[in-house]
C-alpha cells in the first residue's frame, strides 16, 4: 500500500487548509483512513480518522474545527482544517489502517503546515 499526501502549506492564523491523501495498492475493506501530526520536539498525536462507513473520530483539540471525509471509490481522504492556529504547526501524516486480520498501518510521506502571522 502506497500513500501520497499533499496540501500542507503556510497561513495565517483564522485561515483554512485542506490536506489530501490518496492510496493505492492492496486496500481491504474494513479500513480507516485519516491523519496524524508531529511538531518539533513532540511526540506523534492522532489528529482526526475516519471508518470506511464514514464515522469520523476527532481529537479534542481538533474537534470544531476540522473535517475529515473520504471517498471509498477512490481510496481518498481529505481533511478540511478552519480557524487554524499556531498550534496547528506541524508535519501531518496519512495512515491507512488496513482491513486484514493485523490492521496493517501505512503511512504518507507527511506534509507540513504551518500557521504563522
Known amino acids: 500500500v502506497q500513500l501520497v499526501d499533499s496540501g500542507g502549506g503556510l497561513v495565517q492564523p483564522g485561515g483554512s487548509l485542506t490536506l489530501s491523501c490518496a492510496a493505492s495498492?492492496?486496500?481491504?475493506?474494513?479500513?480507516?483512513m485519516g491523519w496524524y501530526r508531529q511538531a518539533p520536539d513532540k511526540q506523534r498525536e492522532l489528529v482526526a480518522l475516519?471508518?470506511?462507513?464514514?464515522?469520523?473520530d476527532y481529537s479534542d483539540s481538533v474537534k470544531g474545527r476540522f473535517t475529515i471525509s473520504r471517498d471509498n471509490a477512490k481510496n481518498t481522504a481529505s481533511l478540511q482544517m478552519n480557524n487554524l492556529k499556531p498550534e496547528d504547526t506541524a508535519v501531518y501524516y496519512c495512515?491507512?489502517?488496513?482491513?486484514?486480520?493485523?490492521?496493517?498501518?501505512?503511512w504518507g510521506q507527511g506534509t507540513q503546515v504551518t500557521v504563522s502571522p
Open positions: 495512515i491507512l489502517q488496513n482491513g486484514d486480520r493485523y490492521r496493517t498501518a501505512y
Open positions: 495498492g492492496d486496500i481491504f475493506s474494513g479500513n480507516t
Open positions: 475516519i471508518s470506511s462507513d464514514g464515522m469520523p
